[in-house]
């Protein structure tokens, strides 16, 4: 079964930093691109970031470009969001969602979701 | 910047058929796939729709996508609609400069 599974969320003062990250299973990783879409609470779905496969290529939205990160770890399985100079207005549920292909274009497979607070 | 809009709400009846529409601006829909997620009320999405028309796995064919390039347009049409199909929908597609949009999402109500 394919699967994804988000970890990292949790409460974090304005200006700090935090890493997400994800891990696959159930498909071949490397072959398919990676992205990070958050909700915030009541509101609807915002594309953040995404990776290919290879990692060769990033993509952010402008709302977090400069102070997001995303990177992959190939051989772990694993997907990353580093994220810092974090603002109240980052305060999401963070969903990783495995790509359909590897050069990405839309969402395939979601997870469960992690939860980033910030508040002082 | 290619932007995408859907109504923020719709309701129809049980056994019945409720069409979605996802209109974009600032480009052209059908130069990029689109997909549709559900999601449930506390739930994570899911994808129902993905390449415009194309079904996932265990997804059911009461569910069904199209484009309409004469209004620029996404549309998502669920057939003998079942009081399970009541969530939120978004759109989404690739924006040209790097990006990828999601339609603000409509609320599907099911009564």
């Known amino acids: 079964e394919v699967q994804v599974l988000e970890s990292g969320g949790e409460l974090v003062q304005p200006g700090g930093s935090l890493r997400l990250s994800c891990v696959g299973s159930g498909f071949t990783f490397s072959s398919y691109g990676m992205n990070w879409v958050r909700q915030a609470p009541g509101k609807g779905l915002e594309w953040v970031s995404v990776i290919s496969g290879g990692g060769g290529g990033t993509y952010y939205a402008d709302s977090v470009k400069g102070r997001f990160t995303i990177s992959r770890d190939n051989s772990k399985n694993i997907v990353y969001l580093q994220m810092n100079s974090l603002r109240v207005e980052d305060t999401a549920v963070y969903y990783c969602a495995k790509d359909l292909e590897e050069a990405p274009y839309g969402m395939d497979v979601w997870g469960r979701g992690t939860t980033v607070t910030v508040s002082s | 910047n290619f932007m995408l809009t859907q109504p923020h709400s719709v309701s129809q009846s049980p056994g019945k058929t409720v069409t979605i529409s996802c209109t974009g601006s600032g480009g052209t829909i059908a130069d990029n796939y689109v997909q549709w997620y559900q999601q449930r009320p506390g739930s994570a999405p899911t994808t129902v729709i993905y390449d415009d028309n194309q079904r996932p796995s265990g997804v059911p064919d009461r569910f069904s996508g199209s484009i309409d390039s004469s209004s620029n347009s996404a549309s998502l049409t669920i057939s003998g609609l079942k009081t399970e199909d009541e969530a939120d929908y978004y759109c989404?597609?690739?924006?040209?400069?790097?990006?990828?949009?999601f339609g603000g999402g409509t609320k599907l109500t099911v009564l």
């Open positions: 989404q597609s690739y924006d040209s400069g790097d990006h990828w949009v």
